[in-house]
Protein backbone atom coordinates (compact mmCIF):
# COMPACT_ATOMS: atom_id res chain seq x y z
CA UNK A 1 0.00 0.00 0.00
CA UNK A 2 2.93 2.41 0.62
CA UNK A 3 4.24 1.87 -2.45
CA UNK A 4 1.13 3.12 -4.22
CA UNK A 5 0.43 6.09 -2.17
CA UNK A 6 3.14 8.48 -4.02
CA UNK A 7 1.58 6.93 -7.93
CA UNK A 8 -1.80 8.01 -6.28
CA UNK A 9 -0.71 11.25 -5.41
CA UNK A 10 1.24 12.37 -8.45
CA UNK A 11 -2.04 11.15 -10.65
CA UNK A 12 -4.39 12.74 -8.42
CA UNK A 13 -2.42 16.04 -8.94
CA UNK A 14 -1.50 15.69 -12.58
CA UNK A 15 -5.03 14.69 -13.73
CA UNK A 16 -5.98 18.83 -13.40
CA UNK A 17 -2.82 19.75 -14.91
CA UNK A 18 -3.48 17.33 -17.72
CA UNK A 19 -6.80 18.22 -18.13
CA UNK A 20 -6.35 21.99 -18.30
CA UNK A 21 -3.54 21.79 -20.63
CA UNK A 22 -5.95 19.58 -23.29
CA UNK A 23 -8.76 21.88 -22.69
CA UNK A 24 -6.63 24.86 -23.43
CA UNK A 25 -5.14 23.20 -26.56
CA UNK A 26 -9.08 22.13 -27.97
CA UNK A 27 -10.15 25.85 -27.49
CA UNK A 28 -7.50 27.35 -29.03
CA UNK A 29 -7.96 25.03 -32.02
CA UNK A 30 -11.65 25.77 -32.24
CA UNK A 31 -10.74 28.69 -32.49
CA UNK A 32 -8.57 28.68 -35.39
CA UNK A 33 -10.84 26.89 -37.02
CA UNK A 34 -14.07 29.32 -36.92
CA UNK A 35 -11.41 31.71 -37.43
CA UNK A 36 -10.40 29.94 -41.35
CA UNK A 37 -14.35 29.46 -41.86
CA UNK A 38 -15.00 26.29 -40.46
CA UNK A 39 -16.95 24.15 -37.97
CA UNK A 40 -15.19 24.73 -34.71
CA UNK A 41 -15.54 20.44 -33.75
CA UNK A 42 -15.02 18.81 -37.15
CA UNK A 43 -13.15 21.28 -39.47
CA UNK A 44 -16.14 20.85 -42.26
CA UNK A 45 -16.02 24.09 -44.43
CA UNK A 46 -18.74 26.76 -44.02
CA UNK A 47 -18.35 26.88 -48.06
CA UNK A 48 -20.32 23.37 -48.17
CA UNK A 49 -22.75 24.02 -44.99
CA UNK A 50 -26.07 25.68 -45.29
CA UNK A 51 -26.73 29.05 -43.02
CA UNK A 52 -29.37 27.20 -41.09
CA UNK A 53 -27.27 24.51 -40.09
CA UNK A 54 -24.73 26.51 -38.20
CA UNK A 55 -24.94 26.65 -34.73
CA UNK A 56 -23.39 28.48 -31.19
CA UNK A 57 -21.86 25.87 -28.76
CA UNK A 58 -20.07 27.17 -26.05
CA UNK A 59 -19.15 30.67 -28.25
CA UNK A 60 -17.91 28.43 -31.03
CA UNK A 61 -19.55 28.08 -34.69
CA UNK A 62 -20.54 24.45 -35.49
CA UNK A 63 -22.33 22.26 -37.68
CA UNK A 64 -25.84 20.75 -37.31
CA UNK A 65 -24.49 17.06 -36.83
CA UNK A 66 -21.77 18.58 -34.83
CA UNK A 67 -24.33 20.51 -32.87
CA UNK A 68 -26.05 17.81 -31.54
CA UNK A 69 -23.49 15.45 -30.57
CA UNK A 70 -22.07 18.28 -28.54
CA UNK A 71 -25.87 18.97 -26.92
CA UNK A 72 -26.41 15.34 -26.04
CA UNK A 73 -22.25 15.07 -24.61
CA UNK A 74 -23.50 18.80 -22.40
CA UNK A 75 -26.53 16.42 -20.60
CA UNK A 76 -24.00 14.20 -20.03
CA UNK A 77 -22.03 16.45 -18.38
CA UNK A 78 -24.78 18.08 -16.15
CA UNK A 79 -25.95 14.69 -15.59
CA UNK A 80 -22.10 13.10 -14.15
CA UNK A 81 -21.99 16.72 -11.87
CA UNK A 82 -25.28 16.02 -10.30
CA UNK A 83 -24.66 12.44 -9.88
CA UNK A 84 -21.52 13.46 -7.83
CA UNK A 85 -23.15 15.94 -5.61
CA UNK A 86 -25.76 13.12 -5.04
CA UNK A 87 -22.53 10.77 -4.17
CA UNK A 88 -21.23 13.14 -2.27
CA UNK A 89 -24.09 14.49 -0.15
CA UNK A 90 -24.78 10.39 0.72
CA UNK A 91 -20.48 9.41 1.69
CA UNK A 92 -21.23 12.82 4.02
CA UNK A 93 -24.77 11.80 5.61
CA UNK A 94 -23.17 8.42 6.92
CA UNK A 95 -20.11 10.48 7.97
CA UNK A 96 -20.82 10.87 11.86
CA UNK A 97 -22.09 14.17 13.31
CA UNK A 98 -21.53 15.38 9.82
CA UNK A 99 -25.02 16.35 8.74
CA UNK A 100 -24.13 20.09 8.77
CA UNK A 101 -21.41 19.71 5.97
CA UNK A 102 -24.66 18.30 3.31
CA UNK A 103 -24.91 21.67 2.33
CA UNK A 104 -21.20 21.87 0.80
CA UNK A 105 -21.61 19.64 -2.25
CA UNK A 106 -25.12 20.23 -2.86
CA UNK A 107 -24.32 24.17 -2.85
CA UNK A 108 -21.14 23.60 -5.13
CA UNK A 109 -22.97 21.30 -7.76
CA UNK A 110 -25.87 23.99 -7.85
CA UNK A 111 -22.89 26.67 -7.93
CA UNK A 112 -21.10 24.86 -10.75
CA UNK A 113 -24.16 23.93 -12.84
CA UNK A 114 -25.19 27.85 -12.65
CA UNK A 115 -21.19 29.54 -13.56
CA UNK A 116 -21.17 26.96 -16.51
CA UNK A 117 -24.48 28.24 -18.31
CA UNK A 118 -23.35 31.36 -17.52
CA UNK A 119 -19.59 31.03 -18.82
CA UNK A 120 -21.63 29.41 -21.81
CA UNK A 121 -24.14 32.18 -22.44
CA UNK A 122 -21.35 35.17 -22.25
CA UNK A 123 -19.14 33.32 -24.50
CA UNK A 124 -22.08 32.99 -27.27
CA UNK A 125 -22.86 36.68 -26.67
CA UNK A 126 -19.48 38.09 -27.27
CA UNK A 127 -19.05 35.49 -30.58
CA UNK A 128 -22.45 37.13 -31.32
CA UNK A 129 -20.64 40.42 -31.39
CA UNK A 130 -18.00 38.82 -33.57
CA UNK A 131 -20.10 37.76 -35.86
CA UNK A 132 -22.17 40.98 -36.15
CA UNK A 133 -18.35 42.92 -36.69
CA UNK A 134 -17.23 40.33 -39.73
CA UNK A 135 -14.64 38.62 -37.78
CA UNK A 136 -15.18 35.13 -38.88
CA UNK A 137 -13.99 33.99 -42.40
CA UNK A 138 -17.90 33.16 -43.17
CA UNK A 139 -19.31 33.00 -46.96
Known amino acids: METL ?3 FVVTVLCSPVGLGLWCAYR ?10 GQCA ?23 RG ?7 RILRQF ?8 LAATLILRAPASVLLLALPASSVIGGGIGAL ?6 NRRTLQ ?6 FGLP
Open 118 to 123: QLMKRA
Open 27 to 36: WRQMRRRNAR
Open 66 to 72: CAIAARG
Open 41 to 63: LCGASWTTTPQEDRFLIQGRLAC
Open 130 to 135: KLRAGE
Open 79 to 86: ALLGGAGV
Open 5 to 7: FPA
